[in-house]
């Protein structure tokens, strides 16, 4: 068989896969579906009954984006917390509160009672590599997650 014939084979048999991939890509992409407290990672549910156990629960979604899965919470009093797929918190918005103190790590703590007295953490987000407070005077502080010195700072 020539060159030629072989590459324009190769050709048709690549483009065929990925007409197929992006076809079907719909049905497992990319949803969302509301789910049970009682359905979420045991680690989420313990971490809600300890830090949220009196609040009640307006919704529950599972949220799936092709390879990653995740769960978000929303409470009537407009808590919004955010959990990966192995029920870890990821992130933590309070509209009218504060995120509970012993959520914040005990240095990320220290820092802001000596440099930001009076403010507490509006919101909490952690990566792989840091960790992003917003507090009450609308600083954004990112530490790092491993040592917890801050590294960046936003007004």
């Given at each position: ?64 984006d092709w390879f990653e ?39 990320i703590q220290e820092y ?44």
């Amino acid at each position: 068989m020539p060159k030629w014939k072989k590459w324009l084979l190769g050709l048709g048999i690549s483009s065929g896969i990925i007409v197929i991939a992006l076809a079907l890509s719909p049905f497992w992409a990319d949803y969302e579906k509301p789910v049970l407290t009682s359905q979420l990672p045991a680690p989420a549910q313990a971490f809600m009954q300890a830090h949220y156990g009196n609040s009640k629960t307006a919704l529950a979604r599972k949220e799936v984006d092709w390879f990653e899965k995740e769960y978000e919470v929303i409470l009537t009093d407009g808590i919004q917390i955010t959990f990966d797929r192995h029920g870890e918190w990821k992130e933590i918005k309070h509209k009218a509160g504060c995120v509970p103190m012993d959520i914040v790590p005990a240095p990320i703590q220290e820092y802001i009672n000596e440099n930001h007295p009076g403010n507490c953490v509006k919101e909490i987000s952690q990566g792989r590599r840091k960790i992003e407070v917003d507090l009450t005077n609308r600083l954004e502080l990112t530490f790092s997650k491993d040592n917890f010195l801050l590294i960046d700072w936003d007004d």
